[in-house]
Nanobody
Framework: QVQLVESGGGSVQAGGSLRLSCAVS????????MGWFRQVSGKEREGVAS????????DYADSLKGRFIISLDTAKNTLYLQMNRLKPEDTAMYYC??????????????????WGQGTQVSVSA
């Protein structure tokens, strides 16, 4: 059974940085993608960043390029999201997710079938 467990969320002032981690167990990385999504209460979940597990190709939400970096360490079974120059509008619950089949990184929520419980990120002005 695949399990994804996020950690690293918290409260930070605008301009600061956080690194989220997602511990992965029971997952097959071959022909699959992993991603980070976020959701504000009352709004739809949105894609943040995705990585193709074999080769490391990435995809980012246009508005976050240059500030957020996704990476995957398969030896440590951990997915990361480095978040820099954080803004109050980055405040959200952040989720780690994984596909069951994927050939290139993307942020289409529907195709991510496995989800973690989320970790809260709060950015104050």
């Amino acid at each position: 059974q695949v399990q994804l467990v996020e950690s690293g969320g918290g409260s930070v002032q605008a301009g600061g940085s956080l690194r989220l981690s997602c511990a992965v167990s029971g997952y097959t990385y071959s022909r699959n993608c992993m991603g980070w999504f976020r959701q504000v209460s009352g709004k739809e979940r949105e894609g943040v960043a995705s990585i193709y597990a074999e080769g490391g190709r990435t995809d980012y939400a246009d508005s976050l390029k240059g500030r957020f970096i996704i990476s995957l360490d398969t030896a440590k079974n951990t997915l990361y999201l480095q978040m820099n120059r954080l803004k109050p509008e980055d405040t959200a619950m952040y989720y780690c997710a994984a596909t069951e089949l994927c050939f290139r990184p993307h942020l289409v929520t529907y195709f991510y079938k496995i989800w973690g419980q989320g970790t809260q990120v709060s950015v104050s002005a």
